[in-house]
């Protein structure tokens, strides 16, 4: 058996299932991974990935195997491990996996060495933790490396930060940068499961429900429109005044947090950045106030303030819970801060991983075949790629559209024609 660290490999049998169940989901990625097995783009590569380990990135490490690498996994959250499928990856699909939901600081971080002992030579990350291990405390490993990936909006601009201050130590492409990622993932996928993971955790009714979303990125915007959908009102708060514009338009009522804090029956943080929740807002919450994040780190909500203010803490129900204010007043705090989607529900459905997972793979192919001839900066991914995605997900999806005639393609590039 391959080294691994996983709650229990009984539970591979359920696994399997729920891997297969999304793979029906993930024809794009499908695809790809018979070319991988026919073409074999990865031969050799030792990867180390840190990856949200659900069904969606199972079907992702076979395709990445497929293609002839050695795949080590670890999870990118503590509470985001669904370990039926971590079971089956080592089981069935003999993947070295180091993930167990609901682990210590400790143990994640021993699983992400565990993984970085595998001495990549590349590495595929959500959120930069591996990055970051091998820039502060791992250097020796850079020789082998060719470059990596990296899933996320925070990572993203985690990587952007080193690579400004020249410190940046080997190549990185952007895959939430592609327009077949951050379009759909980030707007359709997190809108989806931000509020699956809020109702399974509270079970309530959202319609007529104040909802207030923190941030109006394409997180936030899908948020905010999947909310409205059911029915909730909806407040924006933003920093930007694009984006801040842009919510306006959309129909949404726009203001600070200050204000929104005592309207609010439902607050979702989904800016990336630090304290977006914090003493002022909490000393203002209605009594009950449901408060999440679906932020990348748990870093959203200032639970050490809130803790001060409480007189008591208790779990109410499975990822929920009632910090006890010294007014008297209950805020409950769901999934510990942590990614809502992930912890509570199952994180952005197949259909859209698909999407997200054909960009890692062709990502890593393209690293893979330019390896010696990048910089270490962070690289876009290419147009190439993003429209083959965006072309095999219609095709899979049945979607027909139209060609530019040779009349209308002579009118776009001419300059005569006008009035
Ligand atoms: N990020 C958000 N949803 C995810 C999923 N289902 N699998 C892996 N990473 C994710």
């Not at 690579?163 to 359709?188: C, E, G, S």
């Not at 009632?322 to 769901?334: E, F, P, S, T």
């Not at 330019?370 to 979607?399: C, F, M, P, W």
């Amino acid at each position: 058996m391959i080294k691994h660290d996983v709650k229990s490999l009984s539970l591979a049998k359920a696994g399997r299932k729920k891997i297969e169940w999304a793979e029906r989901q993930m024809d794009v990625l499908r695809q790809i991974r018979v070319r991988f097995s026919r073409e074999k783009p990865l031969a050799g590569v030792r990867m180390a990935a840190c990856l949200h380990v659900t069904a969606e990135t199972a079907n992702l490490v076979r395709t990445l195997k497929a293609g002839g690498a050695q795949v080590a996994l670890c999870a990118s959250n503590p509470l985001s491990t669904q370990d039926e499928v971590a079971a089956s990856l080592v089981k069935d699909f003999n993947i070295a996996v180091y993930a167990i939901n609901n682990v210590d600081r400790q143990k994640y971080y021993r699983h992400i060495n565990a993984v970085l002992d595998l001495k990549p030579n590349l590495t595929m990350d959500d959120g930069a933790d591996l990055v970051s291990v091998i820039h502060g405390q791992r250097k020796n490993l850079v020789k082998n490396i060719f470059g990596g990936t990296e899933e996320t909006t925070t990572g993203v601009i985690r990587l952007k930060a080193l690579a400004d201050q020249k410190k940046l130590l080997y190549p990185i492409v952007a895959v939430n940068d592609a327009q077949t990622k951050h379009f759909f993932d980030n707007r359709y996928g997190t809108g989806q499961s931000t509020l699956d993971g809020i109702i399974r955790a509270t079970n309530w009714l959202l319609a007529g429900k104040t909802v207030v979303t923190a941030g109006y990125g394409w997180c936030g915007r899908g948020f905010a429109l999947k909310a409205k959908g059911l029915g909730a009102k909806v407040i924006v708060t933003e920093v930007d005044p694009l984006k801040a514009l842009e919510a306006v338009m959309d129909g949404f009522n726009v203001m600070p947090m200050l204000k929104a804090a005592p309207l609010g029956d439902i607050f979702c943080t989904l800016t990336g950045d630090t304290h977006v929740l914090r003493a002022e807002h909490f000393g203002r919450m209605k009594d009950g106030a449901v408060v999440c994040n679906s932020g990348h780190f748990d870093v959203e909500i200032d639970l050490v303030v809130l803790k001060k203010m409480s007189v008591s803490v208790k779990t109410v129900r499975p990822f929920v819970e009632a910090y006890r204010l010294k007014n008297g007043r209950a805020i409950h705090v769901l999934a510990g801060g942590r990614l809502i989607n992930l912890a509570a529900a199952e994180g952005h459905p197949a259909s859209v991983m698909d999407m997200s997972f054909a960009n890692q793979s062709l990502a890593a192919e393209f690293v893979v075949k330019n390896r010696g001839q990048l910089e270490n900066k962070v690289y876009d991914v290419t147009l190439e790629n993003d429209h083959y995605i965006a072309k095999a997900k219609l095709k899979s999806l049945g979607v027909k559209i139209d060609r530019l005639t040779p009349e209308q393609v002579k009118y776009l590039s001419s300059w005569e024609i006008g009035t």
